[in-house]
């Protein structure tokens, strides 16, 4: 379903994402992705897609703008923060906008757009609904008894020793 900006604040903030994204087209090694992280009115971090030019497949536009807006922001979390993206975030963009508690995340292509320029957002989005049985990665694997114990221990052993009770999410 299209969408329009709520504000003209938002319209504001996604076309700096795309302008972002359109270095790409003069930077050799980029990917058209831009993305801005966005609290209280303010740009607190921008971000380029920058895998190849990083060797890093995690250096997407989106965790780019998360890791600046970390370090202008001192602090992992962004309630109340804004994510404006040139695309709609893949699934690793996606979950990282929930590990950073951004409040909102709007954003222009979408998947299908993304897919039709040769990404494939969206076939991880597909294959990660399938069970771990499914899914292409064969080293998916969930080993059981010592290995998994030890592993187990050093949650629980982290968990117990913060100065607040953890709260199960299962």
Excluded at 66 to 90: F, I, N, Q
Aim: net charge negative.
């Amino acid at each position: 379903m299209p969408y329009a900006p709520e504000s003209e604040k938002d319209r504001k903030f996604l076309e700096q994402a795309i302008a972002i994204s359109r270095h790409a087209l003069d930077d050799e090694g980029k990917t058209p992705f831009g993305a801005l992280v966005v609290v209280n009115g303010q740009i607190e971090g921008t971000g380029t897609s920058s895998v190849v030019e990083l060797r890093d497949p995690t250096a997407h536009a989106e965790i780019m703008a998360l890791r600046d807006a970390g370090r202008s922001l001192g602090s992992h979390l962004m309630e109340g923060a804004v994510m404006y993206a040139s695309s709609e975030p893949c699934p690793m963009c996606l979950t990282a906008c929930y590990w950073a508690r951004i409040s909102r995340l709007v954003y222009a292509a979408t998947s299908q757009d993304v897919a039709a320029n040769g990404f494939e957002d969206l076939q991880y989005y597909r294959e990660l609904a399938l069970p771990n049985g499914g899914r292409r990665l064969l080293a998916e694997v969930a080993v059981e008894g010592e290995l998994r114990s030890q592993a187990a221990g050093a949650l629980s052993e982290w968990a117990a020793a913060l100065p607040f009770p953890v709260e199960p999410k299962l």
